[in-house]
């Protein structure tokens, strides 16, 4: 390149509409990440994150809870828990799901 830089540009994750529906949702609790496209493993989730509370995780990554305990079903999506009782994670949809 001659004196030319190239940029890398890489576009912003879009954050999936029903993350956006389930995070309006009042879950009595801090919600610590929203997840998609979740697999249970165990007593664990394998997922997407959206909104870390954290701030440690960018949308769209990939992560794996601590053992959960599901908690309650609302409007279709499930509130899970540590074991810990320090974590809550909304599971937006699930592996495999239409």
Request: charged letters at 20%; hydrophobic letters at 45%; proline letters at 4%.
């Amino acid at each position: 390149m001659t004196g030319k830089h190239r940029l890398s540009v890489v576009a912003p994750t879009t954050v999936p509409m029903q993350v956006l529906v389930a995070s309006r949702i009042d879950w009595g609790v801090i919600i610590d990440a929203f997840l998609t496209n979740a697999a249970r493993v165990g007593d664990r989730y394998a997922a997407e994150s959206y909104f870390d509370r954290s701030g440690a995780i960018s949308d769209g990554m990939t992560v794996v809870t601590p053992p959960v305990v599901l908690l309650l079903n609302r409007e279709g999506f499930l509130l899970v828990r540590s074991a810990c009782r320090n974590d809550h994670y909304v599971i937006v949809s699930e592996h495999g799901e239409g």
